[in-house]
């Protein structure tokens, strides 16, 4: 059976779920790890956001989806790596073209959504494959920060290839 536009596009949906308290706890966690000072700390809180952000989505699934949660998830992701980079980026860690690599799919994901709303042609792309491994890879450059690993910058490059291909993957959806 076919489902009517308005559904398809999120206007069946409810407003608020349950899930979108959970997203909307990275927000605050963000603000803990830029205003933490221990490791161990800051691991805890990357953890507890990594968590969030598996948890929300799955019980999203169950639930149905909300209409702000489409927004909701998203802005939250970006802004939590936005302030945990910033972080890194201050450490002197990473440069800043290794800072721009990693967070360049969240970039671009933000300059698109706005021009969406400018257009007011707004757009949910569902996620992919590429975009969850960006965002593994971003995790797992921030663990790697605070384990003070020689890999985090090997982890960081990779992370920006796969942001590359995430970028290039939602265009081609996008365009269609």
């Known amino acids: 059976?076919?489902?009517?536009?308005?559904?398809?596009r999120g206007q069946g949906r409810r407003l608020v779920q349950p899930?979108?308290?959970?997203?909307?706890?990275r927000l605050p966690l963000a603000a803990a790890f830029l205003?933490?000072?221990q490791t161990a700390t800051r691991l805890g809180i990357v953890l507890a956001a990594a968590a969030s952000d598996?948890?929300?989505?799955?019980?999203a699934r169950r639930l149905g989806g909300s209409r702000i949660g489409v927004i909701l998830d998203p802005v939250c992701d970006k802004l939590f790596m936005l302030a945990a980079f910033s972080v890194v980026f201050q450490s002197g860690s990473l440069s800043i073209w290794e800072i721009l690599g990693v967070l360049v799919r969240d970039i671009v994901a933000m300059v698109g959504f706005l021009a969406s709303v400018?257009?007011?042609r707004p757009t949910?792309?569902?996620a992919r494959a590429g975009g969850?491994?960006?965002?593994?890879g971003q995790?797992?450059?921030?663990?790697?920060f605070l384990a003070e690993s020689p890999l985090m910058q090997p982890l960081a490059w990779a992370t920006a290839a796969m942001a590359v291909y995430a970028i290039a993957d939602y265009g081609r959806l996008a365009w269609r």
């Open 1 to 8: 059976m076919q489902g009517t536009g308005a559904v398809e």
């Open 19 to 25: 899930p979108d308290v959970l997203t909307a706890l």
């Open 35 to 37: 205003l933490a000072d």
């Open 54 to 59: 598996v948890a929300d989505g799955i019980w």
């Open 118 to 120: 400018v257009l007011r």
């Open 124 to 126: 949910a792309l569902p």
């Open 132 to 136: 969850k491994a960006v965002t593994v």
């Open 139 to 144: 995790v797992l450059t921030l663990v790697a």
